[in-house]
């Protein structure tokens, strides 16, 4: 008789697989593999300041790029971006289906200024009109905190563009449009 509930010579112990150290700032529900040459430092509210790895997406995106620590402003942007993209995917796949007040509220968007308190006053205004809308929930106030650090055409912003643009058009395909047509 042995005993069940110990490993016998025959079972090796589970060896995790040698993983890619993911990106700091990406979603813990979607990860990035870091690249080891984009390094930021990290103070978390306690312990010590460490330094930690991005992708070269958030390398590139995050509205912090200038400086070498990671700030608020970076986790705001994160989250708008990964929101608008994964509302745009959504949407390219007939996944989801703007309300009439969530299509008028992208196109107001489309043509207004982009400043933190036109973004304000936006978000304001259409909790009456798209009330809990996604287009709304995924701008939270991370589209005002973000703007509130960079330009309205700062790269940070792309992803809530493009999501905009192709929401108030119908779906166009945002950039690049093929010249000529006319
Ligand atoms: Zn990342």
Redesign the pocket.
């Known amino acids: 008789m042995t005993d069940a509930t110990l490993p016998t010579g025959n079972v090796r112990p589970l060896r995790p697989a040698k993983a890619v150290p993911?990106?700091?700032?990406?979603p813990a529900d979607d990860?990035?593999p870091?690249d080891p040459t984009f390094t930021v430092t990290l103070r978390p509210g306690f312990g010590p300041a460490r330094r930690v790895r991005?992708?070269?997406?958030?390398?590139r995106?995050r509205p912090g790029r200038q400086h070498d620590e990671l700030g608020p402003i970076d986790i705001a942007w994160?989250a708008l971006d990964h929101d608008a993209s994964r509302l745009l995917t959504a949407y390219e796949q007939g996944l989801w289906v703007p309300s009439g007040g969530e299509v008028e509220f992208a196109a107001g968007l489309a043509r207004m200024a982009w400043t933190e308190e036109s973004m304000r006053t936006a978000v304001r205004d259409a909790c009456n009109l798209v009330y809990a809308g996604r287009l709304l929930r995924a701008l939270d106030n991370n589209a005002i905190i973000v703007l509130r650090h960079v330009p309205a055409d700062d790269p940070a912003l792309h992803a809530l563009r493009r999501l905009v643009h192709v929401v108030a058009t119908g779906g166009e395909a945002p950039w690049g449009h093929p010249s000529g047509a006319a």
């Open positions: 993911v990106c700091h700032l990406c990860p990035s870091s991005l992708c070269e997406h958030c390398h995106g994160r």
